[in-house]
């Protein structure tokens, strides 16, 4: 099976410090993402990333960076944090394929900017 | 941009009934997925459909996908507790892959 791991589940931290999220995957998914998700409005694409030093921004990247060094390894880089940032960030992988194949999620790191 | 949107948002149903969620989306796409997240987990992949197919089976999962329409519906037969969970559906943006859309979800709660 594929296993996602994401770093922290619970990480508490204080306005303008940088935050790192990291997630490793163990089954060679050239693509990785990472979605936050909030009440009410589902998850919503941060950055993603096809290939080792390649990224992509999706729908909400203002505020957050990416770095992707190697393959099973894609970290999100909250560079001065904010409470609007407080929220379940999830990192998810998947095989490069033509078309959409399954996303395989990690268990999400829940953030708090106090 | 958010593609899928459930229908309905939350659902209550008891053990053994039938349970169906609906989604609609906005672009044209080449195939759809639904997902189950449990309470404070990650999101697991329940079942793909593409846009050339009608329907499919899993279990006891059966999903339909209507392209004119831009819906599909996810139907969950002789529901069980261990059901209880948000169902997302999740659809690509037409770019040629890579960037998944999920909608908001709809949280079901299944009673014993």
């Known amino acids: 099976d594929v296993k996602v791991t994401q770093s922290s589940r619970y990480l508490v931290k204080r306005t303008g410090e940088k935050v790192f999220l990291e997630c490793v995957q163990d089954?060679?998914?050239?693509?990785m993402f990472w979605y936050r998700q909030d009440p009410g409005l589902g998850l919503r694409l941060i950055y993603f990333?096809?290939?080792?030093?390649?990224?992509e921004k999706g729908d909400i990247p203002e505020g957050y960076s990416v770095s992707r060094e190697k393959k099973e390894r894609f970290s999100l880089i909250l560079e001065s944090a904010s409470t609007n940032q407080t929220s379940m960030y999830l990192c998810?992988?998947?095989?490069?394929?033509?078309?959409?194949?399954?996303?395989?999620f990690g268990n999400g790191t829940r953030l708090t900017v106090t | 941009s958010q593609q899928g949107e459930e229908d309905p948002q939350a659902l209550s149903i008891q053990e053994g009934e039938n349970a169906t969620m609906n989604c609609s989306y906005k672009?044209?796409?080449?195939?759809l997925q639904w997902y189950r997240q449990n309470s404070g987990r990650g999101l697991v992949h329940l079942i793909l459909?593409?846009?050339?197919?009608r329907e499919k089976h899993s279990g006891r999962l059966r999903v339909t996908l209507d392209t004119s329409k831009k819906s599909s519906s996810l139907l969950i037969t002789a529901s069980q507790a261990a059901d209880t969970a948000s169902y997302f559906c999740?659809?690509?943006?037409?770019?040629?892959?890579?960037?998944?859309?999920f909608g908001a979800g709809t949280r079901l709660f299944v009673k014993a």
């Open positions: 998810a992988s998947s095989h490069a394929q033509w078309d959409n194949s399954p996303l395989h």
């Open positions: 089954m060679d998914h050239e693509n």
């Open positions: 990333s096809y290939d080792v030093k390649m990224k």
């Open positions: 672009t044209s796409i080449n195939n």
């Open positions: 459909i593409r846009s050339n197919e």
């Open positions: 999740a659809t690509d943006e037409n770019t040629g892959g890579f960037k998944t859309i």
